[in-house]
Every structure is written in C-alpha cells, then in structure tokens.
C-alpha cells in the first residue's frame, strides 16, 4: 500500500495531457481560422470549448493530488510541517498569480523597460526564488541565489507602471490562473487536513460549493453582497467545487482500493458522472448557459462531468493496464507541472524581442494548428531538459 501511495501514476498522466492541452489552448488564442470547439467560448455564448474543460481539470487533478500527498506526510508525523506546507504553497501561488495578472495591463509608454524585457525579468526572478534546490546545495549559495531573485523582483515591482485608469503602480486586478488555484487548493487542503480525511466531509464540502455556486448565480445569496469582499476566498464556489471533487474522488479510490473493491469505483464515478451531466444540462436553462467566463453552474456541473469520466479511463488505462508509457512523451508536464506552466512564459518574452518570424502558413488554419501542437510539445521537452539538469520550480 504504501508504494501504492507513492506515486499515482494515473494521476500523473491526467495531468500531462491536461497541462499540455493548457499550453495548445493559450498558444492557439488568437489563431485565426481555426476550429471554435478547440477555443474559450464567449462570454455572452451559451457553448463549451476545449479550452472551457481544460481549468477546470487541472484544479480538479489539484484536489486528486491533496489526499495521496497528504498520507505520505501524515505517516511520517509531519503534521506541522504539512499545515506550513499548505500555507506556503498557497501563498507562492497567490503571489506569482498576482504578478501574472499584472502583465496584462503593463504600460511600455511609460515604463523605462520593454513589455518582453519585464515579464523575462520577472520570470527569471521565480526561477530563483522557487528553485527547488538540493540538499546538497550549500546554505550560503541557496540564500544568494533566492536573495538575488528577491531583489530582482523587487527592482521589476518598483519600476512597473499599469495601463489601468486610477492606479500607477502594481494592484489587483484579479487573481490569475495560478492564484485562483492558490485559493482553492489553500482552502480544500485546509478542509482535508482539519477533517482528518472522513469521505463523509469530503462529500459534504464538494456539495456545499456546488450549492454555494448555485446559490449565488440564481440570486439566493444577494442578501451577503456587502459581505462578499470579505469571503474573496471561496468566489462563487466554482474553483473549490472542481477541487473538493477530485479530493472526493482520491478518498473513495483510496478506499475502494485497499478493500479490492475497485470495480464500485468505476461504477461510482461513473453514475456521478450521468447525473452531474443531467443536472448541468437542466440548469443550463434556468442559470444563464453554459459559461466558464462567467463561472455559470451548468459549467461547473458538466466540466465536473467531464473530469470524471476522463479520470476514470486513465485509471482503467494507467493503473490497471499499466500503460503509462503512453504518456512518456509529455512526462514532465504531469511531474513537473509549475515548472512547464511557467517556462512558455520565458519563451513568449525572448521570442518577441528576437523578432524571429515563422512562415504564413504557420499562423492561421491547420498551419497555425500544427505550430501550437509542436510549441507544446516543445515547451514539455524544455521542461524535462530543464529537470535534467536540476532546474524545476517547487511550490
């Protein structure tokens, strides 16, 4: 049991197709004359894109992640450690979401630095501080490098200046991607912890911000209003929902398979799924469509949907069929998942300053299709070329 819950290669897979995925989807926004299902749907449209599912996995293989992570150090009586673990990782989410966030509205007419300049500065300044450094690196060595990648953070920090009317300097506009999932994953991670890993309070969780989601689109919780800046936190219960669903999920095949009983959790997964599906497509009528932009319930019910019954096929493929070496090819995005999300944004920068350009075919159409399936592939070969020589980012 215990190298069972070592490492869950299902787990593993899932997350290097939906990262590499992520990586498609954001290349390929703004490709013209490419297939819409591929892209984020509008968000007046009442449809779903590829690019709709894609978050909402990769914060549901969040909450699959929390239980199998958390017995390893439980085990070990790492109980402190483990409640300082989930707070610095939450908050090292939240901080570099929020430097994301600020990209998109950085003034170049009025900064001294160049757009590309500034965000490959800042980028570079994450290597640094979140480096996962071994142990064998000398404590004097480790502090310079991280105080280096502080200071310049800081210089990038004093320097910017923002786009935005009525703001100057860096401020919130949002959370971005890595923050939202800070948020989630602080939250859920907190609520496993404190409930000791009871299915029950799983389940109650993941009901309770399906609900809350529910609640808050059809107007029956207009009355907290004045409250909501001070339950930033959990949103509109649509990022936690994907995330306690996938703890949810990680308890019960945790459970299942020690009692050898792994076929009721296909069954399980399985029925959820239906019925999820069917309430999503009811409340599709009555809640505003189907929306990721607008975090609406039937998205939230159907992308959980979703997530389930493509989980349920890479446990059937992976932990049972043993064919993980599908997925060599793109390992490093499900093992070294921060590290492939953070580094398309060192190539974005030196691309632009470069000025290199690629043929026409190449940016529209099948063309364009083809360019954002090779710039993929290659941001995960980067990736694991980067973990060869002991560069990757822990958070």
Known sequence: ????????????????????????????????????????????????????????????????SIPFAFQNRLKQGDNFKLLSRIVSRSFALIFIGFFHANMETYNEATTLLPKPVWESLVTFSFFFIFLDYSKDTPPRRRYLLQGFGILLLAGMAALYRTSDPGHVWL????????????????????????????????????????????????????????????????????????????????????????????????????????????????????????????????WVLICTGISLVVYAFFIFLVDVKNKYNWFKVIEPAGTNTFTCYIVPFLFYPIYEMSRIGYPEYLSQGTGGLIKCIVFAFVMVWLTGLLDKINIRIKI
Request: charged share 10%; hydrophobic share 55%.
């Open 171 to 298: 401020h919130f506009t949002w959370w971005g991607i890595l923050g939202l999932i800070g948020w989630s994953y602080m939250l859920c991670a907190l609520i496993y912890y404190y409930s000791e890993g009871h299915l029950w309070i799983q389940l109650a969780a993941w009901m309770f911000f399906m609900f809350f989601n529910l609640d808050v689109h059809f107007g029956f919780l207009d009355f907290i209003d004045r409250l909501q800046g001070y339950i930033w936190i959990a949103g509109n219960g649509a990022m936690q929902s994907f995330t306690m669903a996938g703890v949810f999920i990680s308890v019960l095949y945790m459970r299942l398979k020690a009692n050898n009983e792994m076929k009721m959790l296909w069954v399980a997964m399985i029925l959820i799924a239906i019925i999820l599906f069917n309430l999503g497509f009811i409340v599709r009528y009555f809640s505003g469509g189907i929306s990721k932009e607008r975090d609406t319930p039937s």
């Open 1 to 64: 049991m215990s190298n069972f819950l070592s490492r869950i290669r299902s787990i593993d897979a899932f997350r290097a197709v939906t990262m590499f995925l992520m990586i498609f989807v954001n290349d390929l926004d703004g490709i013209p004359n490419t297939p819409n299902w591929l892209k984020h749907a509008g968000s007046n449209v009442d449809a779903l894109g590829l690019a709709d599912t894609i978050f909402p996995a990769f914060l549901f293989i969040v909450g699959l």
